[in-house]
């Protein structure tokens, strides 16, 4: 065979390589939208096996990868498609990268589309996303404003209502929900999102107006599209899930289990007014309201029992967790109420969580309170120097100076390695005039905390001498 023949062979062969590839990226671009992924990734299998380089394959298999819930095996082959330019390919890899929680990343992806295409509709709501889950709020709600006002799809209004609501700018969220609902009257979603939307604004008739649009047009149950709320979370898109659930809420409000798990996922990002607004609301909506009591005994149905012991291990969660939103808030109040909640529904509160609570109850100045919890650790834990402690200083800003040494002497009696116990106590001694004793009082506490230096100043301050 001469060089010319062989050269001609090696082109068909390479011609028919690609044009088997072109066949099979045909057939799964059809498969995919049909929605077909599974078919579809076999035929875009079929295409790599004969052009392992081929863009249209690598973007359908990230495509297909991503309609079958499987984003993490998406990224690589988008990764590669990308690289040769594909702008299609870089929406499947930035939408993989968000699901899978990788939002720095897809952020830079989507940036750098933007660059080729300033103007694509689907990157600058895609942009608008990766900012939220980036935990950008209020360059989100600027970006939404700049760049999706002259978009008029129905996801591009909603989007931007949601952007800003999310970022607190609640009146400019309520006009652009209303324009939302208003072009997407039949997409259930959309109304429900709009619904949650007007519940966080306090606009109860848009809000009961897109309530029942939204349940009119939704299932009867949240609980599919409350498994998919949260895959999303799982899988690392908590914005995604959060997003969700509040159109949820928007539709289904008299749910404690969508108030609960939404107000769950706002702890873990650490927005504690609304991991508040939502877990509080929870505790007064079923299955987490009070039971159901017939003559002062709960009403049960067969098998109730187990289910009763799940709700109150639940609902000791939710509450455990809204006290700590109201404490991260400094509503100290509001934190001892949610972990007495708590308390009352376990079935043998621990010493420690009355402790939290009575220390909850100082700081918000509430002294009877303070002292009543503080005297419930004490009998459960008379053995605990804390809630010794805590009783004494109840006792004191109560102005009864007897019970607050007996209790102060308790606690230092109890536990001589809490140096703030003797100064308590000391300085009781100091203003009932008896210097002599709060003397060596802080003497003892000086042997056993040697370099504590506010025990010296007291120890001072009452004629003591250091060297003795």
């Known amino acids: 065979m001469t060089m010319r023949t062989h050269g001609i062979a090696i082109c068909l062969a390479l011609g028919s390589t690609a044009c088997g ?44 990868y991503v309609s079958r819930d499987q984003p993490i095996r998406a990224i690589i082959p988008a990764q590669r498609a990308s690289k040769s330019g594909d702008i299609s390919a870089h929406r499947v890899l ?31 709501l895609l942009l608008v996303e990766a900012l939220i889950a980036n935990g950008q709020l209020d360059n ?19 989007l931007h209502a949601w952007t800003l609501s999310r970022a607190d700018r609640n009146d400019a969220a309520v006009a652009m929900a209303t324009e939302a609902i208003a072009i997407a009257s039949d997409d259930g979603m959309i109304q429900a999102e709009c619904a949650s939307i007007f519940l966080k604004a306090k606009k109860k008739d848009p809000f009961v107006m897109a309530n029942k649009m939204a349940r009119a047009l939704l299932p009867a149950s949240p609980r599919q599209v409350m498994k998919r709320a949260i895959w999303f979370g799982e899988q690392g898109h ?9 159109a949820l809420r928007g ?30 609301a929870s505790l007064g909506l079923e299955p987490y309201a009070s039971q159901r009591q017939v003559a002062g005994v709960s009403a049960m149905k067969s098998g109730d029992t187990l ?22 808030l400094g509503q100290h109040a509001l934190a001892a ?12 509160p621990t010493v420690d969580q009355l402790i939290q609570i009575a220390k909850a109850w100082a700081k918000s100045g509430n002294v009877d309170q303070m002292g009543q919890t503080a005297q419930a650790a004490t009998a459960i834990a008379p053995g605990n120097a804390e809630a010794h402690m805590l009783l004494a200083r109840a006792y004191s800003a109560a102005n ?5 040494v007996r209790h102060a002497q308790k606690s230092w009696a109890l536990d001589q390695s809490l140096a703030a116990s003797a100064l308590f106590l000391g300085g009781l001694y100091e203003a009932r005039g008896e210097n002599r004793v709060a003397r060596e009082i802080y003497r003892d506490a000086l042997r056993r905390h040697p370099s504590d230096a506010t025990l010296y100043a007291a120890f001072d301050r009452v004629g003591g001498n250091r060297r003795r």
């Open 21 to 64: 590839a072109k066949h099979y990226i045909a057939k799964g671009d059809a498969h995919l939208e049909a929605d077909r992924p599974d078919a579809a990734a076999q035929e875009y299998q079929r295409a790599l096996d004969k052009d392992p380089t081929a863009t249209p394959a690598l973007r359908g298999m990230a495509a297909s």
């Open 94 to 124: 930035a939408r993989a990268l968000l699901t899978t929680g990788r939002s720095a990343d897809a952020l830079k992806t989507i940036k750098s589309a933007r660059e080729s295409l300033p103007e694509d509709n689907d990157f600058r």
């Open 140 to 158: 989100a709600a600027d970006t939404a404003d700049e760049l999706l006002i002259d978009v008029s799809t129905p996801e591009a209004r909603a």
């Open 238 to 246: 908590k914005e995604r899930a959060i997003r969700e659930l509040e």
């Open 251 to 280: 539709a289904y409000s008299t749910s404690g289990s969508v108030a609960a798990t939404l107000g769950l996922l706002y702890m873990e990002q650490e927005s504690w007014s609304n991991a508040a607004r939502h877990l509080d």
């Open 307 to 328: 289910q009763e012991a799940t709700r109150r291990k639940e609902t000791i969660t939710i509450a455990t967790r809204l006290g700590e939103a109201h404490q991260a």
């Open 337 to 348: 109420q949610a972990w007495q909640t708590a308390v009352d529904r376990s079935s043998k």
């Open 400 to 404: 009864n100076d007897e019970w607050a």
